[in-house]
C-alpha cells in the first residue's frame, strides 16, 4: 500500500463517535488509505483506564469493523512499562522507511504535547495533524512551531503541523463513562457492537438489567 499512513492513539476507554467520525473525515480530507489505531496500553499521564488492555483492545477491534482502513496497532500491550508514543513513532518510522507518517492528534491532546516524553522528537518521526476542539484556536498554542499546508503531507515524511477541518463532535470517553454509569446508556454515542459488549462486560457500572438501548436519551 502507498499513500501517508495516519496514527491515531488513544486509551480508548472505550473508543467513541467522537474517535470514529473525526478521524474518518481527517482520513477522507487528507487522502489517507490506511489509519493505525495505536491503543495506549498504560498511559503515562493520567489514571489508569477502567476497562482492562484486552476489553480496550476488543471493543476497538468490534468498532473497527465497520471502517475499512482502520486497523488496530496493539505493540504497546507487548512492551513493558509506560506507553510513549514516541517509542511507537520510532518503532513506525523503522517499519515505513519514507513513508509519510501523520500522528493524527485532538487540540487537546496537541496543547499537551510538550509535556510527552521526549516530545521534541515526534515531529522528526512523524507529520501531526490537529483536529479543532470546542473553544481551541491554533494561535493559543505555546509550542515552537508553524503551521504547515496540506499539501506539504505529500512531499516530505514528517515535520509538518497541519490544521484539518474536522466536524466538532461533543463526546469524550469521560463522559460516555458517566453517562452509562448513571444509567443513562451511551446516548448514541457509540457502534451498537460496542455497546453490547460493555453490557456484555459489565463495564464502567453498567445496569444490566435497564432496557435503554443505544439510542435512548
Ligand atoms: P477521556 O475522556 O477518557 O480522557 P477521550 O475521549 O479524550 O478519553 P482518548 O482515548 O483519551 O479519548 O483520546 C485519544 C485521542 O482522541 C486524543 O487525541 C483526543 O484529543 C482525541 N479525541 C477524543 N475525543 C475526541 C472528539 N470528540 N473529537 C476529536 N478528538 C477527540
Partial sequence: MTGAIGLFGGTFDPI?????????HVASELDL????????????????????ESQRREMLEL???????????DRELHRRGP???????????????QRSLC??????AFA?????????????????????????RPQSVDLPIRYAER??????PAGAVVVCNAPEVPISATSVRAR??????????????????????????????STRGNHAG
Fill in 103 to 108: 500522528l493524527i492528534l485532538g487540540a487537546d
Fill in 180 to 209: 452509562i454509569g448513571a444509567g443513562d446508556g451511551p446516548g448514541g454515542c457509540l457502534p451498537d457492537a460496542v455497546w453490547l459488549y460493555i453490557q456484555r462486560e459489565g463495564l464502567y457500572g453498567v445496569d444490566t438489567n
Fill in 16 to 24: 467513541h463517535f467522537g474517535h470514529l467520525k473525526t478521524v474518518a
Fill in 83 to 97: 506507553s510513549y508514543s514516541v517509542w511507537s513513532l520510532r518503532a513506525l518510522r523503522s517499519v515505513h522507511g
Fill in 151 to 156: 499539501a506539504e503531507i505529500r512531499r516530505r
Fill in 33 to 52: 488509505p490506511q489509519v493505525l489505531f495505536i491503543l495506549n496500553a498504560r498511559p503515562p499521564h493520567r489514571e489508569a483506564p477502567v476497562a482492562s
Fill in 63 to 73: 468498532a473497527l469493523q465497520d471502517y475499512p482502513g482502520f486497523e488496530i496497532d
Fill in 112 to 136: 499537551g504535547l510538550r509535556g510527552w516524553f521526549h516530545w521534541e522528537d515526534v515531529l522528526a518521526l512523524a507529520h501531526i495533524v490537529v483536529m479543532p476542539r470546542s473553544g481551541w
